[in-house]
């Protein structure tokens, strides 16, 4: 049996797509979510702006006792991971489109990205595709506007499904039958993709396997604490009575928000 305390934060609640694995996976773990919902989306930030928040969200999360850190953010992973790595001694987990497991899917040959313009302009996701793409085409979409849909509940509006039409369209164009969700706020979108895209496109999320290989991790590294009470606790750095809202529509049961203190928004 696993305990500890894992700190987990994202943009803004993208990341509670990846923290429904998490839970399942480590149920008598203790969960603690920031959703940076003051500096939502990290999608058109700099690299350097990311960089200093997942520093200053890592310190808080150390602060209170967090054993790993998950950045539940493929932007902010693309964009801060190294430095986390370098300036914290607990494990940190990073997340990236899911590249791999795509190219073993496809039967086309064609692959389909959509993410953030911040990933797929990043040499770590560049470095991706050298390593893993092999002969398979990789056509790739940045989708701005689709976080901002999500941080406002908003999964199934006319605007949301224009955006979807507008971003997965080009790809399935060019040939693609599977499509990486190369954001966490994607899979909650994931009907509204299938009914764009048809039930035959493949939909590729990296939840599951972030949250195995953070499992691997931490029994692997982590001391045994019997105390570890197996409670979920979320702050955000922005308008806590919408993130209450939204955080408790997309984690399925009514949860508390607390405003991230001051020193680290
Ligand atoms: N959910 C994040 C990701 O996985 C970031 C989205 C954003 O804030 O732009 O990339």
Redesign the pocket.
């Given at each position: 049996m696993t305990t500890g305390t894992i700190g987990v934060f994202?943009?803004?609640v993208?990341?509670l797509s990846v923290l429904h694995h998490i839970r399942r996976m480590l149920p008598y773990t203790r969960l603690i979510y920031v959703a940076d919902s003051a500096h939502?989306?990290?999608?058109d930030k700099s690299a350097h702006y990311i960089e200093q928040r997942a520093i200053a969200l890592s310190r808080f999360l150390v602060g209170q006792g967090a054993d790993a850190i998950v950045i539940a953010?493929?932007?902010a992973t693309a964009a801060a991971a190294a430095t986390l790595r370098r300036d914290f001694k607990c494990p940190i987990i990073g997340m990236e489109p899911a590249v791999k497991p795509a190219v073993a899917a496809t039967k086309i040959g064609v692959v389909g990205v959509l993410?953030?313009i911040g990933?797929l302009e990043s040499a770590r996701f560049a470095a991706l595709l050298e390593r893993y793409a092999g002969n398979v085409k990789i056509v790739t979409q940045g989708c701005p506007g689709l976080?901002e849909q999500v941080e406002s509940g908003n999964l199934h509006g006319i605007r949301t499904r224009q955006l979807v039409e507008r971003y997965t369209t080009p790809l399935l164009e060019r040939g693609a039958d599977t499509l990486i969700l190369g954001?966490?706020?994607y899979p909650f979108l994931s009907n509204l993709i299938r009914d764009v895209a048809g039930e035959q496109v493949i939909l590729i999320d990296t939840g599951e396997a972030v949250a195995r290989h953070l499992q691997h991790r931490i029994t692997a590294e982590l001391p045994y604490r019997a105390e570890t009470q197996a409670t979920e606790v979320f702050f955000s750095s922005g308008d806590c009575d919408q993130a209450r809202h939204t955080i408790s529509a997309l984690w399925g049961s009514t949860v508390e928000v607390q405003p991230l203190p001051f020193d680290f928004t």
């Open positions: 994202d943009s803004g993208g990341g939502v989306p990290y999608g953010c493929n932007t993410a953030t990933t976080v954001c966490t706020h």
